[in-house]
Each structure stands twice: as structure tokens, then as C-alpha cells.
Nanobody, 134 residues
Framework: QVQLVESGGGSVQAGGSLKLSCVASGYIATVNAMAWFRQAPGKEREAVAVIHTGGGATCYADSAKVRFTISRDKGRGTISVDLQMNNLTPEDTAIYYC?????????????????????????WGQGTQVTVSS
């Protein structure tokens, strides 16, 4: 099993920044991608950004391009993934979830749109609230 623990959510005014962090532990040997998703009230959970834990390749949803940056670091028995969010707007208000995947080769080679597919992720954190006020 893989455990994911998020931190860093909070409240900020429009135009501000927040950094979310996620630490994966447990049986992470086969995890090759980690991502951030978000779910706003009344909406479906959507992908924000993905990073491959090996080579570091990244992929962003259109809403996150330019403003958000995903990064990763590997420790002894853990993988840490951060999401730096800048120039936040009220539309970014949501619960943000960290997720981990054991992507098959065909998914990896399929490219960004496949990496953003929620169905690829088997492991999820509990979520952290981000609230952006106008």
C-alpha cells in the first residue's frame, strides 16, 4: 500500500500564492507518477498537474499552465511532490488531492492527456482545502 499525506492548504487573497506538499510512503517502488487533482463544490474532480517520479517529466491542465509548478524529490523510502501555485484566483478554490499511479508503459508513452486521467491513479490522499477570496 501507498500512503499519501498532503499539507500546505489554506486561505489566500486573489493574486496570492500557496505551496502544497505531499509525501508518499509505503510500497512506493512501483509508483512512477504523482499528481495533484482538485475538486470544487458541485464539480467533478479534475487534474491539475502530473510529474513522473523518475525522469521528472511534467504535464499541466490548461488551467494550471504558467501559474502552477509541480516538482518532486526522492528521499529514503519516500517521494515528495510539491505544487507551487501563483496568481491564485477564486476559481482555484477547491479541495486539492495528491495522487499516485503505477502507470503502464502504454500510458506513459501515450502522453499528457493520458497522464491527467483520474482513472490512472490508484492511491489518494485525504485532501487539503485551498480557499481564494476576491
Amino acid at each position: 500500500q501507498v500512503q499519501l499525506v498532503e499539507s500546505g492548504g489554506g486561505s489566500v487573497q486573489a493574486g496570492g500564492s500557496l505551496k502544497l506538499s505531499c509525501v508518499a510512503s509505503g510500497y512506493i517502488a512501483t509508483v512512477n507518477a504523482m499528481a495533484w487533482f482538485r475538486q470544487a463544490p458541485g464539480k467533478e474532480r479534475e487534474a491539475v498537474a502530473v510529474i513522473h517520479t523518475g525522469g521528472g517529466a511534467t504535464c499541466y491542465a490548461d488551467s494550471a499552465k504558467v501559474r502552477f509548478t509541480i516538482s518532486r524529490d526522492k528521499g529514503r523510502g519516500t517521494i515528495s511532490v510539491d505544487l507551487q501555485m501563483n496568481n491564485l484566483t477564486p476559481e482555484d478554490t477547491a479541495i486539492y488531492y495528491c495522487a499516485a499511479a503505477e502507470m503502464e508503459v502504454r500510458t506513459v508513452t501515450a502522453g499528457c492527456s493520458s497522464w491527467l486521467n483520474r482513472a490512472e491513479y490508484a492511491y489518494w490522499g485525504q485532501g487539503t482545502q485551498v480557499t481564494v477570496s476576491s
